[in-house]
């Protein structure tokens, strides 16, 4: 059976896959807004532990297993001979296998060619989920990102090109007040150029990152919701899902583009008339945080 090093993080839409956690933490653990890993050392699962996990799953579950994510951080940076070998042990174990994810980091993908992507595809490694957090180039810088957006934009493109479909991630009031439009601007121009199939928006929360967080001229709502207006304006990509349904978010929007763009505008602007009617609500600067870890 698997063994996890906690926590163990995973996206909504792999809340049914069965997890293996092929890396622990993060290769690229220095991201400013980030708490997710700060708590491990990156290393990689030797391959013939994750082949005793994958065979210690009884046969009587195995036919119920049809999706894997795997973990941690940026999963795909293992490297590529042993991520093939898993993979090929998986597809093996599980006869109705019909996908596996991972997260992949701007860092990792520069460790794969598109010709290694596409057989990692054709091994079932069919999505990848990748933090832009933001398109605009000092937002990355003030973050430490490590990556401008063109660079972030030729790796997720290399994705693309292969063909596994790309769900990207940005984060509301990552920029503050100071850059609010411009990081909604740039993030949108980002996601019109890579189309990716998926794009979801969090909305900065505190966890194990407050040094950050605290030095942040940070967002009300009311420029929180504004920054998600410009930013759905802006954006104009074909056939791609949004989603603002984590937690963190305070509004929640469904839609795809570009068949709901005005659908979703209007949703911000009639969110931002209701909550006028909640004194101080919209000029109070949100609080969720998560302690636990």
């Given amino acids: 059976m698997p063994t996890y090093i906690e926590p163990v993080f995973r996206p909504p839409s792999e809340a049914r896959s069965l997890i293996f956690q092929i890396t622990i933490g993060c290769s690229q653990n220095h991201c400013a807004y980030c708490g ?3 708590m491990k050392r990156f290393a990689l699962k030797p391959v013939e532990e994750v082949f005793a996990e994958i065979d210690g799953i009884p046969g009587r579950y195995r036919l119920h297993v ?24 998986l597809a093996a174990t599980f006869p109705n296998l019909t996908r596996v994810g991972s997260y992949a980091s701007p860092n990792s993908l520069t460790t794969k060619s598109v010709d290694e992507l596409r057989m990692l595809r054709e091994k079932r490694l069919r999505i990848v ?3 832009l957090e933001s398109g605009d180039d000092a937002t990355l810088a003030a973050v430490n990102k490590g990556f401008t957006a063109e660079k972030m934009a ?14 990207v991630t940005a984060i509301l009031g990552v920029a503050g007040r100071g850059r609010s439009l411009d990081h909604a601007r740039g993030t949108a121009a980002w996601v019109n150029r890579v189309n990716p199939e998926f794009f979801s928006l969090l909305t900065l929360f505190r966890r194990h990152n407050e040094e950050f967080v605290d030095t942040l001229d940070q ?3 009311r420029e929180l919701l504004a920054e998600a207006k410009e930013l759905l304006a802006h954006l104009s990509p074909q056939r791609t899902i949004l989603r ?21 505008i209007a949703s911000v602007e009639e969110a931002v008339a209701h909550l006028e009617g909640i004194p101080g609500y919209l000029d109070e600067v949100p609080e969720y945080g998560e302690e636990y870890y």
Avoid: W
């Fill in 219 to 221: 967002c009300t709502r």
């Fill in 66 to 89: 049809d999706r894997v994510f795997l973990a941690d951080g940026d999963a795909l940076v293992y490297p590529f001979e042993g991520l093939c070998a898993i993979l090929d042990r």
């Fill in 154 to 167: 030729q790796e997720a493109l290399k994705a693309r090109e292969a063909g596994m479909k790309l769900s």
């Fill in 36 to 38: 997710m890993y700060k």
């Fill in 244 to 264: 603002s349904n984590h937690v963190s978010n305070f509004l929640e929007l469904a839609g795809s583009y570009p068949k709901d763009r005005e659908r979703l």
């Fill in 129 to 131: 989920y990748f933090g």
